[in-house]
């Protein structure tokens, strides 16, 4: 993290923290109380709460009373108005796994496209009190360590490296292998950090993620993130990341080339 701070000059900057202080109040009376859990999949376990339905429906409720020409995307009550030139991207809990589980691993992810491209987002913790925010040219933190603009790490080589993934189980049997000599030529790799992985590489403490399987609202708000704090976000073949996916991000784009080499081969 860097001293100091820069406010963004992004018009819809303030509001963020609108939504987030809404999304919060609606999710946290829930985490580590007695909730139902039910299962979005017939096979397979993809979980949903009641904290998540109300932390989109309370953003949601703002959105539209504040912004009625703004379309929404949000993960569990869908689509409004996506031809408008600013769009709210909502995840209520991304890491839904961990707030079923009482780890305090998992954001609120607030993101806005305009014009079709990631221009503003934030991740908001609120159990920690941490959020992280960026507007694609600066990126900042509020939480027990203050207020401050905060920045990615150097780092070009994957020997130096410290990675993040979710978890291996999320690539296919093409995908895992790449991954797995990747990280064996890693110096660090961490599981189980959903979206605050993103945040750490954007502040400074780690390298790179790599994911796949990505939803746009799994990654939208986290655009902005890192690349205000000066890192990289794409595919795995180099495109843009806005409608999820394969996924790769890192804090310096020398490292961000040498990780496109290698996870071309599974693209």
Known sequence: MSDGFKASTNTFAPFLDKLANAASSAIMPHFRQGFAVD????????????????????????????????????????????????????????????????????????????????????????????????????????????????????????????????????????ERPLFDRIEASAQLSRYGTDCYAYCMVAAGHGDAVIETGLQAYDIIALVPIIEGAGGVVTTWTGGAPADGGQIVASGDPRLHDILLRELAKAA
């Open 39 to 174: 299962n979005k999949w017939d096979t397979g376990f993809d979980p949903v709460t009641i904290a998540d339905k109300n932390g989109e429906t309370a953003m949601r409720a703002l959105i539209n009373d504040a912004y009625p020409d703004h379309g929404i995307l949000g993960e569990e009550h869908g689509p409004e108005n996506l031809d408008a030139e600013n769009v709210w991207v909502l995840d209520p809990i991304d890491g839904t796994r961990a707030f079923i589980t009482g780890l305090p691993t998992w954001g609120t992810l607030i993101g806005l496209k305009t014009a079709g491209r990631p221009s503003l987002g934030m991740m908001v913790q609120p159990y920690i009190g941490e959020r992280f925010g960026g507007d694609g040219s600066i990126a900042w933190y509020q939480g027990p360590l203050g207020q401050m603009s905060i920045r990615t790490r150097a780092c070009d080589s994957l020997e130096a490296a410290t990675l993040f993934t979710t978890t291996p189980a999320l690539f296919t049997e093409i």
